[in-house]
């Protein structure tokens, strides 16, 4: 699976941005999908993920209530809708794929990677 995320950029404190990521390769509702961020000088870490059929999605305590993940498997696209942004949500997001369970944080268990896209938040 080849990933391609976008859909970053500045914005400012209580802000929204819907990130995007498109799939391609093997097919796209075989697969469960997460969202990972990375801050800099900071450990990767998960966001949120959803399953292959988009009827289950789990997410970090930090998000909950302000990101929400999605998919479209006839676009084979998810998307993350972030809204009430914070300057501590300032990172490069990652898009991942497993062929695994949707319902895991380690970012060890996803198989496939996109090449990130940053959002900046501005206090």
């Known amino acids: 699976v080849q990933l391609q995320a976008s859909g970053g950029g500045l914005v400012q404190t209580g802000g929204s941005l819907r990130l995007s990521c498109a799939a391609s390769?093997?097919?796209?509702?075989?697969?469960?999908m997460g969202w990972f961020r990375q801050a800099p000088g900071k450990e990767r870490e998960f966001v949120a993920s959803?399953?292959?059929?988009?009827?289950?999605?789990y997410s970090a305590d930090s998000v909950k209530g302000r990101f929400t993940i999605s998919r479209d498997n006839a676009k084979n696209t998810v998307y993350m809708q972030m809204n009430g942004l914070k300057p501590e949500d300032t990172a490069v997001y990652y898009c991942?794929?497993?062929?695994?369970?949707?319902?895991?944080?380690?970012?060890?268990?996803?198989?496939?990677w996109g090449q990130g896209t940053l959002v900046t938040v501005s206090s």
């Open positions: 959803i399953s292959r059929s988009g009827s289950s999605t």
């Open positions: 390769g093997r097919s796209f509702s075989s697969v469960a």
């Open positions: 991942a794929a497993t062929a695994g369970s949707y319902y895991t944080s380690r970012s060890g268990d996803y198989d496939y």
